[in-house]
């Protein structure tokens, strides 16, 4: 990802969902340590973290959270700051009406 692209999703907001341990997994980055999240959090980024395969993975969200926590040592104030963005970001784009 550019720095030129991480300006512009921080900019407009546009919030990614991320599976990190998938991501490794499927050999798209070498480790947690490696995987670009924490960078896109410090440049202001809206991202969420999730599971996209967790049978596969053999966890679930929760463990998905405890995994990267300790990866990358965020503070529990920033995971916290991880699940509310999933849900705002899931109401924004929730229909309403019929």
Request: glycine share 6%.
């Amino acid at each position: 990802m550019t720095p030129a692209l991480i300006r512009r999703l921080a900019a407009e907001g546009v919030c990614l969902d991320l599976a990190p341990s998938s991501n490794v997994l499927l050999g798209l980055v070498d480790s947690l340590a490696a995987h670009p999240l924490p960078k896109l959090l410090a440049a202001g980024v809206a991202v969420t973290l999730n599971t996209d395969i967790p049978l596969f993975l053999g966890y679930d969200l929760v463990e998905e959270y405890i995994r990267c926590q300790r990866a990358w040592a965020l503070p529990d104030d920033q995971v916290r700051w991880l699940a509310a963005n999933s849900l705002d970001h899931a109401l924004r784009t929730w229909p309403v009406g019929p």
